[in-house]
């Protein structure tokens, strides 16, 4: 028994459809609304069942957990519940996935299980693309250049950790990987940046975490630059006022600067990652072009893909992050069956694909 709590929200849902459809096993779908569970349930097939749980009721998650071999987390906001649902997870004896992440995750303790976190798109995805990258016939790896784009509305649990994610002590603005060590102030915001794949001009902003320091350490880079692409105005205003308000509101203006940048516009999220180094004896660039209809479904579909390596026996035992324990080439593969999820490969810079699309248009 595969239990998901969250399970009909956007995410919970994305990942129940797919272990479903991959025949993953059988499938309890839990929220604190037993009537919107059971609905997603009933569209599963017979092997789906709903149950109510409340991830701050101790025995309503015991009773939730009894009987699973893995749970899937994709309730929210994760920096709150991700560890106290995983430890009751693996007092339980079963194996546990969280599409999100805490700070305190070295105070749990998993002699028997694997608990797999940060395990969605932002982090985990954005982490195994450029290792995927690194794994296409690169023989050296020297520089990595890697964007993320989304235009979507936030929910107010995805707002929350979110901000917990940009204003914590994980992610350091302006900051890169130089000369194979982390520079603070590196780099300066951008604005009217032409980015493949997008329909629009962006506001970069550089940051470096605690993930990219880890594809930076295993790649072996002498240098790293990572990006957030805004499209829009409203969610960098929300961003720069969020570190003077206090959480609520900064939750709330978050929520209403992303659905006003999207506004009549389709939401998307994309991926960028190029990577610099030598392979058949030469130099060369290469750049990995991850799209998806929205950051729900991504996110969804890189918490099935997380599930289905450690239902496979693919991850050991013990408390690891996405992007550190999962196969890049296992999972990219099983992401790329997903419908709505496209990957590209192209040789060339991030810089180069932009004027050759705008020379096409």
């Given at each position: ?144 250049t890697a964007c993320v784009a989304v235009l979507d509305a936030f929910t107010a649990t995805g707002a929350e950790d979110y901000l917990h994610g940009v204003l914590g002590t994980d992610s350091e603005p302006l900051a890169a ?116 209809p929205g950051i729900a479904e991504l996110t969804g579909a890189a918490t099935a893909v997380a599930a289905l390596a450690v239902l496979h026996g693919e991850v050991p035992a ?44």
């Amino acid at each position: 028994m595969i239990g998901i709590i969250g399970g009909y929200g956007a995410v919970g849902a994305q990942a129940a459809r797919l272990l479903a459809a991959w025949g993953a096993g059988p499938l309890r779908i839990g929220g604190r609304d037993e009537a919107r569970a059971a609905r997603l349930a009933a569209g599963l097939g017979p092997e789906a069942e709903a149950a109510r749980v409340d991830v701050e009721d101790a025995s309503a998650l015991a009773a939730f957990v009894e009987g699973c071999e893995l749970v899937v987390h994709c309730a929210g906001p994760s920096h709150r519940t991700a560890v106290p649902v995983a430890r009751a997870v693996l007092t339980a004896g079963a194996h546990h996935v969280d599409a999100g992440t805490a700070d305190d995750l070295d105070t749990l303790e998993a002699a028997d299980g694997a608990a797999v976190f940060a395990a969605g798109a932002l982090p985990g995805l954005s982490g195994l693309l450029p290792r995927w990258l690194a794994r296409q016939d690169f023989a050296e790896t020297r520089r990595l250049t890697a964007c993320v784009a989304v235009l979507d509305a936030f929910t107010a649990t995805g707002a929350e950790d979110y901000l917990h994610g940009v204003l914590g002590t994980d992610s350091e603005p302006l900051a890169a990987w130089t000369d194979g060590a982390r520079r603070p102030g590196a780099l300066a915001r951008a604005t009217g940046q032409h980015l493949p794949y997008l329909p629009r001009p962006v506001t970069v902003l550089p940051y470096l975490d605690g993930e990219g320091e880890r594809v930076a350490r295993a790649l072996g880079l002498d240098h790293g630059r990572w990006f957030t692409a805004l499209d829009g105005e409203h969610l960098a205003a929300a961003l720069d006022a969020a570190r003077t308000l206090n959480r609520a509101d900064a939750v709330a203006a978050l929520c209403r600067a992303t659905a006003l940048d999207l506004a009549g516009r389709s939401p998307y999220a994309v991926l960028l990652a190029q990577l610099d180094g030598v392979a058949d004896g030469r130099p060369v660039s290469r750049t990995a072009v991850l799209r998806a209809p929205g950051i729900a479904e991504l996110t969804g579909a890189a918490t099935a893909v997380a599930a289905l390596a450690v239902l496979h026996g693919e991850v050991p035992a013990g408390v690891h992050l996405a992007d550190a324990v999962l196969d890049p080439v296992a999972a990219v593969g099983r992401l790329r069956e997903v419908p709505g999820v496209v990957l590209t490969v192209a040789d060339g810079t991030v810089a180069e694909l932009a004027v050759e699309e705008e020379g096409a248009l």
